[in-house]
């Protein structure tokens, strides 16, 4: 995600002036960014646009466009993060609503999922090497995923945020792609078309019915787009949960 490319920039110190110019100015103002020109932007962090293009590329984003579009990205998964509890209410209404409402949904979809569920865990078992992959928040999920499975001794690799690393997948292998509501799908396309044809058997874990382009798709049919991302994290917890089930 831009804004971990820009922290690990500004916080290495090492980068250009330049760089570090227009990463300060996107960590400040990363939601004014898809409303602006790249003449304002070269103007609002004393650079010329020459500059600007130059440390857009080094962001590894092929043009300005194409850097608005991953600002535009992050401005809609921010707007889209509603506002939970109510200052009206106490902590344990607002709680309890909350937990309420995570609950409904995620009883909700079990039924729904459960078959693909049990598809996907017989895949990982069956595998040779499991690779995960996910942007922005997902990937939390892939940390999850990656601790479970190195933890029974199952072959796990994180792939990169970008997919750059030139993996080499082996017949047996499997790709997990989680991707919450789609977001990478339209605002990361390269991305995407390079893990959609990555030579591998492919998993997709989304609430986002409208994509495909891999072998199977577990996708998770909620009600209410606000709590997609904590109901696909207990759909994870009941993989994992009945993947490894603990003795008694």
């Not at 998770?220 to 904590?230: A, G, Q, R, S, V």
Request: charged residues 30%; proline residues 3%.
């Amino acid at each position: 995600m831009l804004m971990d490319k820009v922290n690990d920039i500004l916080n290495s110190g090492s980068a250009e002036s330049s760089l570090i110019s227009l990463c300060t100015f996107v960590r400040d103002h990363i939601e004014e960014i898809p409303d602006m020109t790249i003449s304002e932007v070269a103007a609002a962090t004393y650079l010329s646009k020459g500059q600007v293009s130059k440390c857009v590329r080094a962001l590894n984003y092929l043009d300005f466009k194409d850097f608005k579009d991953e600002c535009m990205g992050y401005r809609t998964v921010m707007e889209r993060r509603k506002q939970f509890f109510d200052p009206n209410r106490s902590f344990e209404a607002n709680a309890q609503a909350f937990l309420d409402q995570v609950h409904s949904q995620t009883s909700r979809v079990l039924p729904a999922v459960e078959s693909e569920i049990k598809e996907l865990e017989s895949d990982i078992k069956k595998a040779s090497c499991v690779y995960l992959f996910a942007r922005g928040d997902a990937r939390v999920q892939c940390h999850r995923m990656l601790w479970e499975f190195s933890s029974r001794r199952i072959a796990t690799v994180l792939c990169d945020a970008e997919f750059k690393k030139e993996y080499t997948f082996d017949k047996n292998d499997l790709l997990i792609h989680i991707s919450t509501n789609g977001d990478s799908f339209y605002y990361d396309p390269r991305i995407v078309h390079k893990v959609k044809t990555a030579p591998v058997y492919k998993w997709l874990i989304t609430c986002n019915k409208t994509l495909d382009g891999y072998d199977k798709i577990l996708y998770i049919p909620t009600d209410n787009p606000k709590y997609n991302e904590f109901v696909l994290r207990n759909i994870v917890d009941c993989l994992l949960f009945d993947l490894f089930p603990v003795s008694e």
